[in-house]
């Protein structure tokens, strides 16, 4: 849930009933005769990743997914929104237009517009988001930092993972 238009009055989960929904998620999809995903929850990607190794799983499994598929899609890159005036979104979840379809090309602003290029570089991302070894799977929710804060760079409340300090991580992503 994003704290925006007709959502912006409901009350989001908490971070551990949302961890908890993603887990349960997770363990669902593996039995599932369907691929299992989220909209807006892109801290569901970390925790899959964290199941499938936690299950033994070889990176070449992981690369074989579905889910895998998607690692690195989020808000702005490789997805976008046009609205019905034409207005370009990095989601349908973000109110914040990159440009307009009527007066510059899709490809232009999907390129090469600020609040694009700027959601894309995963360096600018600030707070958690800004030093997790899961950002380039995950990056975080844009729309729902946005919502929380007015700054679509700022970190995911809804994400309950906290990253070790630099100096203590080990690799942890690379599927």
């Known amino acids: 849930m994003i704290a925006v238009g007709r959502g912006r009055y409901l009350m989001p989960p908490s971070t551990e009933k949302a961890?908890?929904?993603m887990r349960w998620m997770y363990q669902v999809s593996l039995d599932a005769p369907f691929v299992i995903g989220a909209t807006e929850a892109p801290s569901y990607r970390r925790i899959a990743l964290e199941g499938m190794r936690a299950d033994g799983w070889t990176h070449e499994q992981i690369a074989a997914t579905p889910l895998h598929a998607?690692?690195?899609?989020?808000?702005?890159?490789?997805?976008?929104?046009?609205?019905?005036?034409?207005?370009?979104?990095?989601?349908g979840f973000l109110p914040l237009s990159g440009g307009n379809v009527r007066r510059r090309g899709l490809v232009d602003i999907y390129r090469h517009s600020t609040l694009f290029t700027d959601i894309r570089d995963l360096s600018k991302l600030k707070g958690n988001c800004g030093v997790c070894?899961?950002?380039s799977i995950c990056g975080g929710s844009r729309a729902r930092a946005y919502?929380?804060?007015?700054?679509p760079l700022e970190s995911d409340a809804l994400c309950s993972y906290r990253p070790a300090p630099l100096s203590a991580r080990a690799e942890r992503v690379g599927a």
């Open 19 to 21: 961890e908890m929904a």
């Open 70 to 91: 998607g690692f690195g899609i989020r808000d702005g890159s490789g997805v976008v929104f046009v609205a019905k005036t034409g207005d370009v979104y990095p989601t």
């Open 133 to 135: 070894d899961y950002r």
């Open 147 to 151: 919502a929380l804060t007015g700054d």
